[in-house]
């Protein structure tokens, strides 16, 4: 299993889950991507497309204006 | 009809609605959809080529042409533009916050897999030619736009 990293800080809207779709695309079911956002829109973004998508969101977090959210591929 | 299936009609060919269909269109492209955009009217200045491309027209569609603007680069704003300064204002901040220009905004589009048709009436009454767009499009009419309109449960019209 692998464990990708996905840096898009700075990115707008839909910028991060376009990162995050092909990232997903490219991986196996069970490997996760760790994602970093500062769009503050992420937040309810990634549990929408997590469920519309069927991939697993394991940890949303938000420190210090940066969300992290870790998914599994579904 | 299909959860998984999304249009967009871009009638307008304002820079700030160009936008919002380009962003709905990633967006719902990334959430896993087939998304397809049928640009008419004001739209299809959004599928030409930037720079003019030699095609034979007679003079009122050669007019058309020289005061429509040419690709997404050269939209203005349907609010504000204000003899370009209120344009060339929205294109420095969106610059410095790190969005995305229309022109990007589509090119990712296509990217993800975003099909684009150009109507093909529109392209006639404005006297625009294949060769004018574009890569990557394909130009049907309102039968086209509909056969996929009924097979999506999104429809939006810009």
């Known amino acids: ?74 | 009809m299909s959860e998984n299936q999304k249009t967009i009609i871009v009638f307008s060919g304002d820079l700030d609605k160009a936008m919002a269909a380009m962003i709905i269109a990633s967006g719902a492209a990334a959430m896993g959809n087939e998304v397809t955009l049928f640009f008419t009217f004001w739209g299809l200045n959004l599928l030409r080529k930037p720079e003019s491309v030699k095609v034979k027209k007679n003079l009122l569609e050669a007019m058309f042409g020289w005061m429509m603007p040419r690709g997404a680069r050269r939209a203005t704003l349907s609010k504000m533009h204000m003899g370009g300064m209120g344009t060339a204002m929205m294109k420095y901040v969106m610059k410095t916050k790190n969005v995305n220009t229309p022109e990007e905004l589509m090119h990712n589009a296509q990217e993800m897999g975003v099909k684009f048709i150009a109507c093909s009436m529109s392209m006639d009454v404005m006297g625009i030619n294949p060769e004018e767009l574009i890569d990557g499009v394909e130009i049907g009419g309102v039968a086209t736009y509909l056969g996929s309109a009924d097979e999506a449960n999104v429809n939006l019209f810009i």
């Open chain 1, 1 to 74: 299993m692998a464990d990708y990293t996905l840096n898009c800080r700075g990115m707008q809207c839909p910028g991060p889950i376009m990162q995050l779709f092909q990232q997903m695309k490219a991986s196996q079911p069970g490997d996760t991507a760790t994602i970093s956002v500062t769009d503050m829109g992420f937040k309810k973004d990634i549990e929408a497309w997590c469920r519309k998508t069927k991939n697993e969101l394991v940890s949303l977090t938000e420190d210090a204006g940066v969300i992290t959210a870790v998914v599994r591929k579904g």
